[in-house]
C-alpha cells in the first residue's frame, strides 16, 4: 500500500485497504503492532489508521503496555489520546510527566508545546515552570539536569577486497586489455567498476548457480583462482553467455583469455580470439566456456573443476604447463564473475 501511494495508485492503495479490514481482520490481528505503525507513516492510510485505533480504545493496553510504545510515532499518538471514547483513565500517563526535562526547554516550547497540557500538569510544577520563564523566584520542583549528549565511538570500517582472486592493479590491467591499450591503467585511472554477479565459494560451484546468476548478461569478466598454485586464469566475454541445452557457440571479435602476474608467476598473457565464430560457447552443461581453451564442467569445483585444451580459438595457450596436444585438466579455490560497466 505504501509502495502504491509513492507511486500514486490511490485506487490500488485503497482497495488494498478493504481487502485488509474487510477479509484479513485475523491477519492484521496477528501483526498488530507492525501494521499500527506502518498505517501512520501515509496519512492517506485513514481506514486503516481507523481500523486500529477503534480497537486501541477498547484495549489500550495493547499498545501502551506494549515494548512497541517508546517507538511510537508522535502522529499515532496523538490520534490515539485525542479519542472521546478512548477507554483509559486520565493519569495513565501521569508517571511519564515528572521525566520531561521543562526546565532545559526554551520559552517558545513551553509556549506552543506544553501549555495547551497544563491542567494534567501538578499545580506546584506548573506554578514553577511559570516562575523559571517568568521571574527569579527560587522554585521548589526538582530540576532534572540535562540530558547527556552521547557521541558514540563507532568502530573501524572493515572494508572488504572487491574480490577474493585479483586486486586492484589486476583489475586495471584487464581493463587495459579490455581497451586494447598498449600501457595499463593506473588503478586511479581504471574506468570500469567491476560489479560482482558471482563468487563460486559463496553462491556454488556448479553451472546451475552459473545460469541462474549470469545468463544473457554481457560484459562479463571471469577470474579463477588455481588450487595449489599462484595461477590466476580468467577471460572476457562481452556479448554474454545464453542458456543452451543442447550447445551451441556464438560468435565475438572482442573476447579474450588471460592470466596473470602473481607471486611466482612473473608475467601476465593475454590471448586474444582467432576464430570469433566459435569464440564462447554456450552449453546448460558447462559453466563458462571460451570453446575449448577455458572451460568449466558441471558441478566443476569437485570433478576436475575446469580444463584447459590446446590452443584452439585463441591465440595462445595462457597456462605455462599446458600441452598443446592434450587437454590440461586443473582444479580452482575460487572464482568470481564481475560485470564491468
Known amino acids: 500500500m505504501l509502495i502504491a501511494y509513492e507511486f500514486v495508485l490511490d485506487e490500488l492503495a485503497e482497495n488494498l485497504q478493504s481487502h485488509l479490514i474487510e477479509k484479513e481482520a485475523h491477519w492484521l490481528c496477528l501483526h ?26 477498547k484495549y489500550p493496553s495493547k499498545i501502551f503496555d506494549s515494548e512497541d510504545f517508546i517507538t511510537l510515532q508522535e502522529n499515532a499518538l496523538v490520534s490515539l489520546i485525542s479519542r472521546d471514547d478512548l477507554q483509559m483513565e486520565e493519569n495513565t500517563l501521569q508517571n511519564c510527566l515528572p521525566h520531561i526535562r521543562y526546565f532545559q526547554m526554551s520559552g517558545n516550547d513551553i509556549i506552543n508545546n506544553v501549555q495547551p497540557y497544563h491542567r494534567i500538569f501538578e499545580k506546584n510544577l506548573w506554578k514553577d515552570i511559570m516562575k523559571k520563564y517568568m521571574t527569579n523566584e527560587p522554585i521548589s520542583s526538582a530540576v532534572i539536569p540535562p540530558r547527556t ?36 591503467y593506473l588503478v586511479t ?36 583462482k588455481v588450487k595449489g598454485t599462484d595461477e590466476i586464469l580468467g577471460g572476457y566475454n562481452p556479448v554474454g553467455w545464453v542458456k543452451q541445452y543442447d550447445g551451441e557457440y556464438r560468435n565475438c571479435e572482442e573476447s579474450f583469455i588471460f592470466s596473470m602476474k602473481n607471486g611466482n608467476i612473473q608475467n601476465s598473457i593475454s590471448s586474444r580470439v582467432k576464430e570469433p565464430e566459435e569464440a564462447i560457447y554456450c552449453n546448460s552443461d558447462y559453466g ?49 564473475i564481475f560485470q564491468i560497466n
Not at 36 to 57: A, E, G, M, R, T
Not at 198 to 212: C, E, I, P, V
Not at 298 to 311: L, M, P, R, V, Y
Not at 315 to 321: C, F, G, L, Q, S
Request: with cysteine; net charge negative.
Open 32 to 57: 498488530f503492532n507492525r501494521i499500527y505503525q506502518k498505517s501512520f507513516q501515509n496519512n492517506k492510510l485513514q481506514d486503516l489508521q481507523n481500523w486500529c485505533n477503534d480497537i486501541l480504545v
Open 149 to 184: 549528549i552521547y557521541k558514540p565511538t563507532l568502530p573501524a570500517r572493515i572494508v572488504e577486497s572487491f574480490s577474493k582472486v585479483i586486486s586492484e592493479t589486476h583489475a586495471s590491467e584487464i581493463a587495459s586489455w579490455v581497451d586494447m591499450k598498449d600501457d595499463v
Open 189 to 224: 585511472e581504471n574506468p570500469y567498476e567491476f560489479k560482482l554477479l558471482l563468487r563460486g565459494s559463496r553462491d556454488g560451484f556448479n553451472a546451475t548457480s552459473f545460469w541462474n546468476l549470469c545468463d544473457k548478461q554481457t560484459h562479463l569478466v571471469v577470474v579463477i
Open 288 to 336: 563458462p566456456a571460451f570453446c575449448c581453451d577455458l572451460y568449466m564442467y558441471e558441478d566443476f569445483n569437485q570433478n576436475g573443476n575446469c580444463c584447459i585444451s590446446k590452443s584452439d580459438s585463441y591465440e595462445k595457450p595462457i597456462k605455462n604447463d599446458v600441452d598443446t596436444s592434450k587437454i590440461s585438466y586443473f582444479l580452482l579455490e575460487e572464482y568470481e
